[in-house]
């Protein structure tokens, strides 16, 4: 996931500093961007389930604690 997105990300440099914008080709991006966020979130509920089967309640406590602390404020 995180070479596709880095490549994305150059593409919409390559995009954005052409000649003329190609509206279809930022759309393409924009759709495999997100395509990749719903994969990354799939993957990370996957493991929070997992880790959930076989972590205590306090452990699943620490880890919702440790989250919070890493998403920030807000």
């Given at each position: 996931l995180p070479e596709?997105?880095?490549a994305n990300?150059?593409?919409l440099r390559e995009a954005l500093t052409a000649e003329s914008v190609d509206a279809?080709?930022?759309e393409a991006l924009r759709r495999d961007e997100l395509a990749l966020a719903e994969e990354a979130s799939r993957r990370i509920t996957q493991a929070v389930v997992d880790?959930?089967?076989?972590l205590t309640p306090e452990q699943?406590?620490?880890l919702a604690a440790m989250m919070d602390r890493m998403r920030g404020p807000g």
């Open positions: 596709r997105h880095r990300r150059d593409a279809a080709r930022l880790a959930s089967k076989v699943r406590r620490k």
